[in-house]
């Protein structure tokens, strides 16, 4: 079984903390008679725009050497750091749900927690 992703992922976090550099920071750049407001907010914004890039780009990473496998007895989740294998009866409930842009995460219960992987 095989399951496409997009390699970046948009959260509500991402999407309201953009729309608020826009529609906020922007026009009070551009209206401000202050000089101190106009250097203030465009170093502000310049953090914003820095962390937006450096977030998706970290993301885009991590989802590229990120994979799962299923094979016939198991399930194997890659990521950076670590390899889990869990069996299929060891497993109570997996289920695999769509985010924004077509990514998809998997939720599986095999122990008292249930545990969230992105791929």
Same mark, same amino acid.
């Given at each position: ?10 959260? /509500? ?12 920071? @922007?026009? @009070? ?8 407001? *106009? ?15 450096? $977030? ?7 989802? /590229?050497?990120?994979?799962? $496998? ?13 390899? /889990? /294998?869990l069996g299929y $009866?060891?497993? $109570?409930?997996?289920? *695999?749900r769509k985010n ?20």
């Amino acid at each position: 079984m095989e399951i496409k992703y997009s390699k970046f992922d948009f959260n /509500k976090n991402d999407i309201g903390f953009f729309l608020f550099f826009m529609i906020y920071i @922007q026009p @009070q750049l551009l209206f401000s008679k202050n000089m101190e407001d *106009i250097l203030v907010g465009s170093l502000f914004l310049s953090i914003a725009i820095f962390y937006f890039i450096y $977030r998706f780009y970290l993301v885009w990473i991590l989802k /590229k050497k990120g994979e799962i $496998r299923f094979y016939n007895e198991l399930i194997e989740i890659k990521g950076e750091f670590f390899v /889990k /294998k869990l069996g299929y $009866r060891n497993i $109570r409930n997996l289920t *695999i749900r769509k985010n924004y842009l077509n990514s998809y995460d998997i939720v599986i219960n095999y122990d008292e927690s249930i545990n969230f992987f992105d791929i």
